[in-house]
Nanobody
Framework: QVQLVESGGGSVQAGGSLLLSCAVSGYPYSSSCMAWFRQAPGKEREGVAALDYDGSTIYADSVKGRFTVSKDNAKNTLFLQMNSLKPEDSAMYYC???????????????????WGQGTQVTVSS
């Protein structure tokens, strides 16, 4: 059974930083494409950052230069370092992994078949 478990969320003031982690277990493929998404109340889920099979990364324009996605393959853990946080970054953050292939739209949620339960990030002004 594939499990993705996020951690590291919390409440911070604007300008602060958080490091989100996503521990993956039971993943059946030798390589993965993984991503972070977020969803604020009343808004659609949006892709934040993705890490392709070859290690290349892609970011939403709203987080470029502030967020960094990385992965520790030995620990099967995906990270999202979030710096210079803004109130508009407040949301539930989810990690996701592909379920055998992607079409290339790495910030689109339909690309991913495995999802975590989410971790809440709240940024106060």
């Amino acid at each position: 059974q594939v499990q993705l478990v996020e951690s590291g969320g919390g409440s911070v003031q604007a300008g602060g930083s958080l490091l989100l982690s996503c521990a993956v277990s039971g993943y059946p493929y030798s390589s993965s494409c993984m991503a972070w998404f977020r969803q604020a109340p009343g808004k659609e889920r949006e892709g934040v950052a993705a890490l392709d099979y070859d290690g290349s990364t892609i970011y939403a324009d709203s987080v470029k230069g502030r967020f960094t996605v990385s992965k520790d393959n030995a620990k099967n853990t995906l990270f999202l370092q979030m710096n210079s946080l803004k109130p508009e970054d407040s949301a539930m953050y989810y990690c996701a992994a592909d379920d055998g292939g992607v079409t290339g739209l790495l910030l689109a949620d339909f690309e991913y078949g495995y999802w975590g339960q989410g971790t809440q990030v709240t940024v106060s002004s």
